[in-house]
């Protein structure tokens, strides 16, 4: 028979399984990573304030931030004009570009399932 | 020609735009609502003590914070048993299976490029 003290002597007889998925949240799968990201993938290479417009609410210290991180982890290439003034311009790299099959799906599946979502919400929320 | 002001002109111009994959992070990718449902789909229908254990690091109050959550965004149901002692268990629900080819792809992408985004960050700090 199955009680509380079993299920514990089941579980402790667990081990933490590796989420194969998890390393990727902080590469590409983050509040503001995902946007600049995908903004990127859309429309093309882009100087800061083109970007931050693009972007709506994002302030410049986060974007500077993220870019940088994107740029560390080999998915944005970053370009600098030394003219007079300088320029610089923002670009997905080859290797950002290979998440774009994976935009793609997740697009998909907030057009599907997003209502769903929301009426799951309402539902819950009129129990409670 | 180019210049950072006429840059700033064109940026004026330029609307927000809807980052369509941004919705779907809050839902299923964070970091903890990803593992949680992972480990619901890898391993079916499980205990709170079940879960907590496979999760590993995971704190109790966060595990029940994203269970909640979870269930309100109806992708994962609860199950009460009203045993002596009662019971409670979680699975995925429907709603929360149609994010398995996600997940796949998600752990397609980072077998394949993990090594680069190291590889890439190696780089980066050498020469920062």
Redesign the interface.
């Known amino acids: 028979m199955?009680?509380?003290t079993a299920?514990?002597r089941?579980?402790?007889r667990?081990?933490?399984?590796e989420?194969?998925?998890?390393?990727?949240?902080d590469?590409a799968?983050?509040?503001w990573t995902?946007?600049v990201l995908?903004?990127l993938n859309?429309?093309g290479r882009q100087?800061f304030?083109?970007l931050?417009?693009?972007?709506?609410?994002i302030t410049p210290k986060v974007l500077t931030q993220r870019l940088r991180q994107l740029?560390?982890?080999?998915?944005v290439t970053r370009t600098y004009y030394p003219e007079m003034?300088p320029?610089v311009e923002y670009e997905i790299s080859e290797?950002g570009r290979?998440?774009g099959?994976?935009?793609a799906?997740?697009?998909t599946?907030?057009?599907?399932?997003?209502g769903?979502?929301e009426?799951?919400?309402r539902?819950?929320?009129a129990d409670s």
Chains 1, 2 share one sequence.
């Open positions: 199955s009680t509380p299920a514990r089941t579980a402790a667990l081990v933490p399984v989420c194969e998925v998890a390393p990727l949240l590469v799968f983050s509040r995902t946007p995908w903004t859309e429309f100087r304030v083109e931050e417009r693009r972007l709506g609410t740029e560390r982890d080999g998915l003034p320029r290797l290979t998440l099959p994976l935009f799906l997740m697009a599946w907030a057009g599907r399932h997003m769903e979502v009426a799951a919400r539902a819950f929320d």
